[in-house]
């Protein structure tokens, strides 16, 4: 049971903070047999839509089938390294998810997630540079895509987890 | 699978509890596991007291990357959590090594076997290999490797 006290009608500039600036977050996704399986993964946050875009390789497609047998899945910011954020709350996306079935290996329309991924992860840049490096990590470029609409919000101010948190269950974020 | 879960676990500061809210929903919380001394082979976790994760399926995931977002390490344990007189325990079922883990025989196979998956999942489908726009790809690199050569000027 969420504290009333600690339900918000609005999202903190300081969460949202976290969405652009974490490098990962911890996606969990559920198994056939109910079991949570989480990985980091990069998150990408489209404020405009109100939701999240990942993607995963058509080579490790393990969320992408657990999202479309059930779509409940949560993003877990709680690893601020690299952020630059000072102090920063961890925040739990509980979530709503959609898996695309189209394979996208173009540019077009992901070039800002790009050129975070590779400001941010410099060593990505070798994957591309020659052509044996290219024949082998071919399927790192074919995508799927996965929406994540959030659902319920919780944050814990200095990732203080021992603390109740704060909780904004939106219509719509962003 | 024990052996790996105490050989591994020390090299991370905490992990990532993961278990089921009352909706269905995952729900994790950071936590600091640690070998439960009245138990063979569980861990025990401190969760608060009005933490929404109930019993069940759960899964503790250990990572790490550095500042530019390189050096990952990571595994994750499929167990499950209960409760007791003396507080959450998990119990692990199954260790997954993730990057970083295994050294290079591990990574070899890795990639090898990314290849393979990619493979099988397009002739599943019936889908041609799809052509990766390199030109493209490398644009967007070179706008970012000149961007940041400008700001190393400024």
């Not at chain 1, 044996?132 to 895509?145: A, E, G, N, P, T």
């Not at chain 2, 079922?93 to 970083?100: D, E, K, V």
Request: hydrophobic letters at 40%; proline letters at 8%.
């Amino acid at each position: 049971m969420i504290t009333p006290s600690r339900k918000v009608a609005e999202l903190p500039s300081e969460v949202e903070e976290v969405f652009r600036e974490f490098r990962t977050c911890e996606m969990s996704t559920l198994a056939r047999d109910g079991t949570p399986i989480t990985w980091p993964t990069l998150p990408f946050w489209r404020p405009d839509e109100g939701r999240f875009m990942i993607t995963t390789s058509i080579s490790l497609t393990q969320k992408v089938f657990n999202v479309r047998r059930t779509p409940r899945v949560s993003l877990l910011f709680s690893d601020p390294t690299a952020s630059g954020l000072k102090d920063p709350p961890a925040v739990l996306v509980q979530a709503d998810a959609e898996a695309e079935d189209e394979i996208l290996t173009s540019v077009d329309g992901f070039e800002d997630e790009m050129r975070m991924v590779y400001r941010r992860q410099p060593a990505s840049r070798v994957y591309s540079s020659n052509a044996l490096l290219r024949y082998f990590m071919d399927w790192y470029y074919m995508r799927l895509v996965i929406h994540v609409t959030p659902r319920r919000i919780l944050w814990w101010p200095s990732r203080d987890f021992s603390q109740a948190p704060f909780v904004m269950e939106p219509d719509h974020v962003g | 699978m024990w052996d790996d879960i105490t050989k591994y676990l020390p090299d991370f500061d905490s992990a990532v509890l993961t278990g089921v809210d009352s909706e269905g929903y995952p729900f994790g919380v950071r936590c600091w596991p640690h070998p439960d001394a009245a138990a063979e082979d569980v861990l025990r976790v401190q969760l608060p007291a009005d933490t929404l994760v109930q019993p069940g399926p759960a899964s503790l995931l250990c990572h790490k990357h550095d500042e530019n977002l390189w050096n990952l390490k990571s595994f994750l344990v499929r167990g499950a959590l209960s409760r007791d007189e003396r507080g959450w325990s998990f119990e692990p079922l199954r260790f997954i090594p993730g990057a970083g883990i295994g050294g290079l025989p591990a990574m070899a196979r890795f990639f090898i076997g990314s290849r393979r998956n990619a493979r099988r999942y397009l002739k599943k489908r019936g889908l041609a290999r799809p052509r990766i726009p390199w030109g493209d790809i490398n644009a967007v690199k070179e706008q970012v490797i000149s961007s940041e050569r400008v700001n190393s000027f400024r």
